[in-house]
């Protein structure tokens, strides 16, 4: 099947700083990409729907200005969490589809993100 | 509002026997729905998909069913070996592409 990567796997930082999660689609190209949340024993929260070349869509309650999000590619999305808090610290999974929407996405590994 | 149950938070069964999940919703028609496997720590790993014009899917150990009228999906997993242990995840998909995931059941199949 199709590999999705996420970089890096975790990251700590302090509050204030801004830290960068990318997601690559290795083998195929990414028409849309997803960002998921996922806070322990609770389900993926979806943040935002990106399309390559266009802007984000966000999900209602996520702040577009702190969760920046860039598809500059068929290949890459990046998520910038900016003046990280602690309450931002959670498990951020970003997923890729080739195509229509009845095709699968396809999830990354997933980022755990702490903030000190 | 939108609302997706999953049966149970866990379920434990004898290594062997069939484990049926449920997906049941409410307030939502989607055009499919996806059942996905998370171990601790990964991200999902898409199993079926189903679309709402379909009664049942099969993939090797795995048996889905749709019932749009009951708004329900049920996840069967047949011959459970201890390796199927892990969270599964439902997930309903509109035409716009977006899914909604349930919170997940956490299966433990013991030897």
């Known amino acids: 099947g199709a590999v999705v990567s996420q970089h890096p796997s975790w990251v700590i930082c302090k509050s204030g700083t801004s830290v960068k999660i990318e997601c690559r689609s290795l083998?195929?190209?990414?028409?849309?990409m997803f960002w998921y949340r996922q806070f322990p024993k609770q389900s993926l929260m979806l943040m935002a729907t990106?399309?390559?070349?266009?802007?984000?869509?966000?999900e209602q309650g996520v702040e577009k200005d702190k969760f920046l999000i860039n598809h500059a590619s068929l290949t890459l999305s990046t998520l910038t969490v900016t003046s990280a808090h602690p309450e931002d610290s959670s498990f951020y999974i970003c997923?890729?589809?080739?195509?229509?929407?009845?095709?699968?996405?396809?999830f990354g590994p997933g980022t755990r993100l702490t903030v000190l | 509002s939108q609302k997706i149950e999953q049966n149970s938070e866990a379920l434990n069964i004898q290594e062997g026997k069939t484990a049926t999940l449920t997906c049941n919703y409410t307030?939502?028609?989607?055009?499919?729905l996806q059942w996905y496997r998370q171990d601790p720590g990964r991200g999902p790993v898409f199993l079926l998909l189903?679309?709402?014009?379909?009664k049942e899917k099969r993939k090797e150990r795995l048996k889905v069913t749709f019932d749009t009228t009951l708004k329900q999906s049920l996840f069967h997993i047949t011959a459970s070996q201890p390796a199927d242990s892990a969270t599964y995840l439902c997930?309903?998909?509109?035409?716009?592409?977006?899914?909604?995931f349930g919170d997940g059941t956490t299966l433990t199949v013991k030897p």
């Open positions: 307030n939502y028609s989607p055009a499919y």
């Open positions: 990106s399309n390559e070349g266009s802007k984000a869509t966000y």
């Open positions: 997923s890729a589809r080739e195509g229509t929407s009845y095709n699968e996405q396809f």
């Open positions: 997930a309903l998909g509109a035409n716009a592409g977006k899914s909604t």
């Open positions: 083998d195929f190209q990414a028409t849309t």
């Open positions: 189903i679309r709402e014009n379909e």
